[in-house]
């Protein structure tokens, strides 16, 4: 259970800076993290550090797949969470 929440707490603080590398790197006209990064980073936990780099820096809010996107892998990820609790 401790490697797992450290687990937790490091992809989260990587979903949140990866969401702060990407802005940066879209207002210097940089070479961009892909879409497919940011999402598969809040598939495997890190959706709570996503959000809130997303909100942080207003980065990504204007994109239906994100702003939807990530709210509902959170919930997914959740309702999950809930259900092992529960059930195992």
């Known amino acids: 259970m401790k490697y797992f929440l450290l687990y937790l707490l490091l992809i989260n603080a990587v979903g949140f800076a990866l969401m702060l590398i ?3 790197k879209a207002k ?3 070479w961009r993290i892909k ?5 598969t980073v809040a598939a ?6 996503s959000l809130l780099g ?6 990504k809010t204007q994109h239906l797949k994100f702003t939807l996107g990530i709210p509902l892998i959170l919930a997914v990820q ?7 609790l529960i059930y195992m």
Do not use: C
């Open 35 to 39: 879409e497919a990064t940011l999402m």
């Open 54 to 59: 997303m909100y942080t820096v207003r980065h």
């Open 44 to 49: 495997l936990g890190g959706s709570i550090g």
């Open 22 to 24: 990407d802005k940066w």
């Open 28 to 30: 210097h006209n940089r």
């Open 78 to 84: 959740i309702v999950a969470a809930v259900w092992i």
